[in-house]
Protein backbone atom coordinates (compact mmCIF):
# COMPACT_ATOMS: atom_id res chain seq x y z
CA UNK A 1 0.00 0.00 0.00
CA UNK A 2 1.06 3.60 -1.12
CA UNK A 3 0.03 6.35 1.05
CA UNK A 4 -1.81 9.50 -1.28
CA UNK A 5 -3.11 7.05 -3.90
CA UNK A 6 -6.16 8.54 -5.21
CA UNK A 7 -6.07 12.43 -4.19
CA UNK A 8 -5.88 13.78 -7.51
CA UNK A 9 -6.52 12.39 -11.35
CA UNK A 10 -4.39 14.08 -13.04
CA UNK A 11 -2.68 11.66 -15.59
CA UNK A 12 0.81 11.03 -13.73
CA UNK A 13 4.11 10.92 -15.39
CA UNK A 14 5.41 7.61 -16.86
CA UNK A 15 2.39 5.54 -15.65
CA UNK A 16 2.48 1.83 -17.61
CA UNK A 17 5.33 3.15 -19.68
CA UNK A 18 8.08 -0.02 -19.69
CA UNK A 19 11.32 0.98 -19.40
CA UNK A 20 14.24 -1.31 -20.07
CA UNK A 21 16.96 -0.41 -17.06
CA UNK A 22 19.66 -3.10 -18.22
CA UNK A 23 19.84 -5.45 -20.51
CA UNK A 24 16.44 -8.21 -20.03
CA UNK A 25 15.40 -6.02 -16.88
CA UNK A 26 11.99 -3.85 -17.84
CA UNK A 27 10.56 -1.47 -15.14
CA UNK A 28 6.67 -0.97 -15.70
CA UNK A 29 5.85 2.30 -13.72
CA UNK A 30 2.34 1.57 -12.22
CA UNK A 31 -0.67 4.26 -12.20
CA UNK A 32 -0.71 4.73 -8.51
CA UNK A 33 -2.83 7.87 -8.65
CA UNK A 34 -5.97 6.58 -10.95
CA UNK A 35 -5.87 2.36 -10.32
CA UNK A 36 -3.47 2.54 -7.34
CA UNK A 37 -1.51 0.42 -8.65
CA UNK A 38 2.56 -0.50 -8.00
CA UNK A 39 5.23 -0.72 -9.93
CA UNK A 40 6.42 -3.92 -11.82
CA UNK A 41 9.73 -5.32 -12.86
CA UNK A 42 10.11 -8.00 -15.05
CA UNK A 43 13.71 -9.73 -15.17
CA UNK A 44 14.45 -12.07 -18.21
CA UNK A 45 16.42 -15.82 -17.24
CA UNK A 46 17.56 -18.36 -19.26
CA UNK A 47 14.47 -20.25 -19.30
CA UNK A 48 11.92 -18.02 -17.70
CA UNK A 49 11.01 -14.46 -16.08
CA UNK A 50 10.91 -13.74 -13.24
CA UNK A 51 8.43 -10.60 -11.59
CA UNK A 52 8.70 -8.72 -9.16
CA UNK A 53 5.23 -7.60 -7.27
CA UNK A 54 1.88 -9.49 -8.11
CA UNK A 55 0.43 -6.07 -7.88
CA UNK A 56 -3.72 -5.93 -8.09
CA UNK A 57 -5.62 -8.22 -9.72
CA UNK A 58 -6.04 -5.70 -12.76
CA UNK A 59 -2.16 -4.48 -12.12
CA UNK A 60 -1.23 -8.05 -12.45
CA UNK A 61 -3.18 -8.56 -15.87
CA UNK A 62 -1.08 -5.44 -17.04
CA UNK A 63 1.89 -6.60 -16.12
CA UNK A 64 0.97 -10.20 -17.63
CA UNK A 65 0.59 -8.45 -20.92
CA UNK A 66 3.35 -6.49 -20.80
CA UNK A 67 5.63 -10.10 -20.24
CA UNK A 68 3.93 -11.51 -23.43
CA UNK A 69 5.18 -8.56 -25.44
CA UNK A 70 8.99 -8.26 -24.25
CA UNK A 71 9.55 -11.96 -24.07
CA UNK A 72 7.65 -15.31 -25.04
CA UNK A 73 9.01 -17.18 -22.19
CA UNK A 74 6.56 -18.43 -19.14
CA UNK A 75 6.75 -16.11 -15.89
CA UNK A 76 7.64 -18.68 -13.23
CA UNK A 77 8.66 -16.42 -10.23
CA UNK A 78 6.51 -13.93 -9.10
CA UNK A 79 8.08 -12.00 -5.85
CA UNK A 80 5.69 -10.30 -3.08
CA UNK A 81 7.77 -7.42 -2.26
CA UNK A 82 5.36 -7.63 0.82
CA UNK A 83 1.15 -8.36 1.63
CA UNK A 84 0.00 -4.70 0.88
CA UNK A 85 -2.87 -4.95 -1.75
CA UNK A 86 -1.30 -3.30 -4.89
CA UNK A 87 1.73 -5.98 -4.29
CA UNK A 88 0.35 -9.16 -3.32
CA UNK A 89 -3.80 -9.68 -4.26
CA UNK A 90 -2.68 -10.59 -7.59
CA UNK A 91 -1.22 -13.47 -6.58
CA UNK A 92 -4.36 -16.14 -7.61
CA UNK A 93 -4.31 -14.43 -11.31
CA UNK A 94 -0.59 -14.93 -11.63
CA UNK A 95 -0.75 -18.50 -10.22
CA UNK A 96 -3.56 -19.68 -12.47
CA UNK A 97 -1.20 -18.72 -14.99
CA UNK A 98 1.19 -21.08 -14.21
CA UNK A 99 3.62 -18.99 -11.80
CA UNK A 100 4.87 -19.57 -8.53
CA UNK A 101 4.38 -16.95 -5.85
CA UNK A 102 7.27 -15.94 -3.67
CA UNK A 103 8.09 -14.51 -0.52
CA UNK A 104 10.02 -14.19 2.42
CA UNK A 105 7.84 -15.72 5.18
CA UNK A 106 7.00 -12.16 6.76
CA UNK A 107 4.47 -11.56 3.78
CA UNK A 108 3.01 -14.69 5.43
CA UNK A 109 2.62 -13.92 8.69
CA UNK A 110 1.68 -10.34 7.78
CA UNK A 111 -1.36 -11.59 5.66
CA UNK A 112 -2.24 -14.29 8.64
CA UNK A 113 -2.65 -10.95 11.02
CA UNK A 114 -4.46 -8.79 8.38
CA UNK A 115 -6.65 -10.76 6.55
CA UNK A 116 -9.15 -11.46 5.67
CA UNK A 117 -10.62 -8.35 6.85
CA UNK A 118 -8.79 -6.12 4.77
CA UNK A 119 -9.18 -8.28 1.34
CA UNK A 120 -13.31 -8.41 1.86
CA UNK A 121 -13.05 -4.50 2.21
CA UNK A 122 -11.52 -4.21 -1.29
CA UNK A 123 -13.57 -6.28 -2.65
CA UNK A 124 -15.99 -4.14 -2.21
CA UNK A 125 -14.22 -1.25 -3.32
CA UNK A 126 -12.56 -2.50 -6.32
CA UNK A 127 -13.74 -4.65 -8.85
CA UNK A 128 -11.11 -6.20 -9.74
CA UNK A 129 -10.75 -8.17 -6.34
CA UNK A 130 -14.16 -8.48 -5.75
CA UNK A 131 -14.73 -10.15 -9.30
CA UNK A 132 -12.35 -12.97 -8.28
CA UNK A 133 -15.17 -14.42 -5.90
CA UNK A 134 -11.97 -15.25 -3.42
CA UNK A 135 -12.90 -15.26 0.47
CA UNK A 136 -9.16 -14.18 0.97
CA UNK A 137 -5.97 -12.93 -0.61
CA UNK A 138 -3.95 -16.36 -1.65
CA UNK A 139 -0.58 -16.20 0.37
CA UNK A 140 2.86 -16.89 -1.46
CA UNK A 141 3.48 -20.45 -2.78
CA UNK A 142 6.95 -20.70 -1.62
CA UNK A 143 8.49 -18.62 1.29
CA UNK A 144 11.77 -18.35 2.56
CA UNK A 145 13.35 -17.41 5.92
CA UNK A 146 16.91 -17.20 5.12
CA UNK A 147 18.23 -14.01 3.54
CA UNK A 148 19.46 -13.64 1.04
CA UNK A 149 17.42 -16.52 -1.23
CA UNK A 150 19.24 -16.89 -4.15
CA UNK A 151 17.73 -18.02 -7.90
CA UNK A 152 20.71 -18.22 -10.51
CA UNK A 153 20.89 -19.98 -13.85
CA UNK A 154 23.61 -19.20 -16.85
CA UNK A 155 22.28 -16.14 -17.67
CA UNK A 156 21.78 -14.52 -14.55
CA UNK A 157 21.80 -14.49 -10.39
CA UNK A 158 18.82 -12.99 -8.23
CA UNK A 159 18.93 -12.75 -4.66
CA UNK A 160 16.09 -11.78 -2.44
CA UNK A 161 16.89 -10.51 0.49
CA UNK A 162 14.75 -9.62 4.45
CA UNK A 163 16.80 -6.89 6.26
CA UNK A 164 14.40 -6.38 9.00
CA UNK A 165 11.05 -4.44 9.24
CA UNK A 166 10.37 -1.02 7.49
CA UNK A 167 7.23 -0.87 5.84
CA UNK A 168 5.86 -4.01 6.95
CA UNK A 169 7.13 -7.00 8.52
CA UNK A 170 7.53 -9.03 5.38
CA UNK A 171 10.00 -6.30 3.34
CA UNK A 172 11.92 -8.01 0.53
CA UNK A 173 14.26 -6.53 -1.48
CA UNK A 174 15.51 -7.75 -4.76
CA UNK A 175 19.15 -7.55 -6.00
CA UNK A 176 20.68 -8.35 -9.38
CA UNK A 177 24.56 -7.91 -8.50
CA UNK A 178 25.95 -7.81 -12.07
CA UNK A 179 23.43 -5.33 -13.10
CA UNK A 180 23.44 -3.51 -9.79
CA UNK A 181 19.91 -3.25 -9.85
CA UNK A 182 17.69 -3.17 -6.31
CA UNK A 183 13.74 -3.10 -6.35
CA UNK A 184 12.93 -2.38 -3.13
CA UNK A 185 9.17 -2.26 -2.90
CA UNK A 186 7.82 0.09 -0.78
CA UNK A 187 10.48 0.33 1.72
CA UNK A 188 11.78 2.80 -0.50
CA UNK A 189 9.39 4.90 -3.06
CA UNK A 190 10.00 7.67 -5.27
CA UNK A 191 7.73 10.40 -4.32
CA UNK A 192 5.44 11.37 -1.40
CA UNK A 193 4.18 7.59 -1.08
CA UNK A 194 5.34 6.57 2.47
CA UNK A 195 2.46 4.55 3.95
CA UNK A 196 3.19 4.15 7.60
CA UNK A 197 0.39 2.28 9.20
CA UNK A 198 1.67 -1.59 9.40
CA UNK A 199 5.66 0.17 9.51
CA UNK A 200 8.00 -0.04 12.38
CA UNK A 201 8.94 4.25 11.51
CA UNK A 202 12.47 3.99 14.07
CA UNK A 203 14.06 0.93 12.60
CA UNK A 204 12.88 2.08 8.82
CA UNK A 205 16.23 4.22 8.22
CA UNK A 206 18.49 1.16 9.27
CA UNK A 207 16.68 -1.28 7.22
CA UNK A 208 17.53 1.07 4.01
CA UNK A 209 21.18 1.25 5.30
CA UNK A 210 21.42 -2.39 5.36
CA UNK A 211 20.08 -2.74 1.37
CA UNK A 212 23.09 0.81 1.34
CA UNK A 213 25.91 -1.93 1.52
CA UNK A 214 25.17 -3.49 -1.76
CA UNK A 215 26.56 -1.92 -4.50
CA UNK A 216 23.46 -0.10 -6.43
CA UNK A 217 23.08 1.42 -9.59
CA UNK A 218 19.65 1.60 -10.38
CA UNK A 219 17.16 1.59 -7.61
CA UNK A 220 13.70 0.41 -8.86
CA UNK A 221 11.24 1.38 -6.09
CA UNK A 222 7.60 0.29 -5.36
CA UNK A 223 6.17 3.34 -6.62
CA UNK A 224 7.36 6.21 -8.57
CA UNK A 225 9.94 6.34 -11.08
CA UNK A 226 12.84 4.66 -11.09
CA UNK A 227 15.98 6.65 -9.69
CA UNK A 228 19.83 6.03 -8.40
CA UNK A 229 21.63 5.38 -5.08
CA UNK A 230 20.09 8.80 -4.31
CA UNK A 231 16.73 7.26 -3.50
CA UNK A 232 18.37 5.24 -0.69
CA UNK A 233 19.90 7.88 1.07
CA UNK A 234 16.63 10.65 0.30
CA UNK A 235 14.03 7.89 1.91
CA UNK A 236 16.47 6.58 5.12
CA UNK A 237 16.93 10.42 5.50
CA UNK A 238 12.93 11.19 5.16
CA UNK A 239 11.99 8.79 8.02
CA UNK A 240 15.11 9.93 10.28
CA UNK A 241 14.18 13.35 9.83
CA UNK A 242 10.40 12.65 10.51
CA UNK A 243 11.15 10.60 13.53
CA UNK A 244 13.28 13.32 15.10
CA UNK A 245 11.06 16.13 14.35
CA UNK A 246 8.04 14.21 15.70
CA UNK A 247 10.69 13.65 18.75
CA UNK A 248 11.59 17.08 19.11
CA UNK A 249 8.25 18.36 19.34
CA UNK A 250 6.66 15.28 21.95
CA UNK A 251 10.01 16.20 24.03
CA UNK A 252 9.01 20.05 23.85
CA UNK A 253 6.03 19.39 25.52
CA UNK A 254 3.21 19.73 22.48
CA UNK A 255 -0.12 18.12 22.24
CA UNK A 256 -0.21 15.61 19.17
CA UNK A 257 -3.88 17.74 18.65
CA UNK A 258 -1.97 21.01 18.04
CA UNK A 259 0.35 19.28 15.64
CA UNK A 260 -1.60 17.32 13.24
CA UNK A 261 -5.04 18.08 14.69
CA UNK A 262 -7.67 15.26 13.12
CA UNK A 263 -9.36 17.87 10.78
CA UNK A 264 -10.13 17.49 7.16
CA UNK A 265 -8.27 18.00 4.90
CA UNK A 266 -4.95 17.28 7.42
CA UNK A 267 -2.47 19.91 8.14
CA UNK A 268 0.45 19.56 10.66
CA UNK A 269 2.49 22.10 12.07
CA UNK A 270 5.98 19.67 11.39
CA UNK A 271 8.19 20.71 8.72
CA UNK A 272 11.62 18.70 7.26
CA UNK A 273 13.81 20.06 5.77
CA UNK A 274 14.42 20.63 2.32
CA UNK A 275 16.78 18.01 0.86
CA UNK A 276 13.63 14.94 1.92
CA UNK A 277 10.85 17.52 0.48
CA UNK A 278 10.43 14.50 -2.25
CA UNK A 279 9.26 12.46 0.46
CA UNK A 280 6.68 14.91 1.45
CA UNK A 281 2.98 15.69 0.77
CA UNK A 282 -0.76 15.58 1.93
CA UNK A 283 0.25 12.35 3.50
CA UNK A 284 2.51 14.07 6.38
CA UNK A 285 -0.07 14.87 8.63
CA UNK A 286 -0.76 11.12 8.71
CA UNK A 287 2.78 10.07 9.08
CA UNK A 288 3.24 12.27 11.98
CA UNK A 289 0.46 11.05 14.12
CA UNK A 290 1.76 7.48 13.74
CA UNK A 291 5.22 8.40 14.32
CA UNK A 292 3.68 10.20 17.68
CA UNK A 293 2.00 7.04 18.29
CA UNK A 294 4.83 4.79 17.97
CA UNK A 295 6.86 6.99 20.27
CA UNK A 296 4.92 7.73 22.98
CA UNK A 297 3.42 4.00 22.98
CA UNK A 298 7.43 2.95 22.69
CA UNK A 299 5.77 0.27 20.26
CA UNK A 300 6.56 -0.19 16.63
CA UNK A 301 3.21 1.78 14.78
CA UNK A 302 2.24 -1.70 13.03
CA UNK A 303 1.88 -3.51 16.51
CA UNK A 304 -0.28 -0.74 18.01
CA UNK A 305 -4.13 -2.16 17.51
CA UNK A 306 -6.15 0.36 15.87
ZN1 LIG B 1 2.82 -1.07 0.73
Known sequence: MAAAAFFTTRTQAGAGEIKLIAPGVWFREGDLQNLGHSNNIIIEMKDYLIVVDANFPSGARLTMEAAKRISDKPVKYVFDTHHHGDHAYGNSVWTKAGATTLAYIGVTEEMKRFEPNRWQAAAK??????????????????T????????????????????????????????????????????VVNGPYNYTADANIGNWPKVVRSAQTLT?????????????????????????????????????????????PKVVPATTTITLPNNVKN???????????????EITQKTPHGDIPH
Open 144 to 187: FDKSPFVLKDGSREVRFYFYGWAHTRGDGFVYLPKEKVLCTGDA
Open 216 to 260: VEHVLPGHGPSGGPELLDGQARFMTELHKAVEVAIKSGRKLEEVA
Open 125 to 142: SRPDVGDLHEPAPEPPTQ
Open 279 to 293: WVGPSLPGQVRDTWE
